[in-house]
């Protein structure tokens, strides 16, 4: 897996549920950095799951909810043409959310770094 600060061995996995019934319905490792690639091929391998099991009408009456990490146009564009009614958080949520600018685990102020001089 490639990172900022080099290669290093390391995976990514998601996995997609049924939160109903508390159950794993695809799950997959990829050896990529980023979880926003990992969208698309999810959900086709799901889709094909569900056929195999004679449950193919399963998108049209679900909701998909993901994260802001998959968040981008191309997975947008793409869940569209799913069939599912999708909730994916964007990247700027926590700036127009009142409830985060008073709250101290996620205050945007810059660090002030203190210099010592001797």
């Given amino acids: ?27 997959e490792v990829w050896g990529s950095v980023g979880e926003q690639q990992t969208l698309a091929p999810a959900v086709q391998q799901l889709e094909e799951q569900l056929t195999k099991l004679g449950t193919p009408d399963t998108f049209a009456t679900a909701a998909f909810t993901a994260d802001s990490g998959f968040h981008r146009e191309q997975n947008l564009k793409f869940m ?11 990247t700027k949520f926590r700036s127009r959310n009142p409830l ?19």
């Fill in 1 to 27: 897996m490639t990172t900022s600060k080099g290669t290093i061995q390391g995976y990514n996995g998601i996995a997609i549920n049924d939160d109903k019934h508390q159950i794993i319905l695809q799950a």
């Fill in 80 to 90: 569209a043409t799913t069939g599912l009614d999708i909730y994916i958080a964007d």
């Fill in 100 to 118: 985060f600018k008073t709250s101290e685990t996620y205050s945007y102020r810059k660090r002030k770094t203190t210099i010592k001089t001797q």
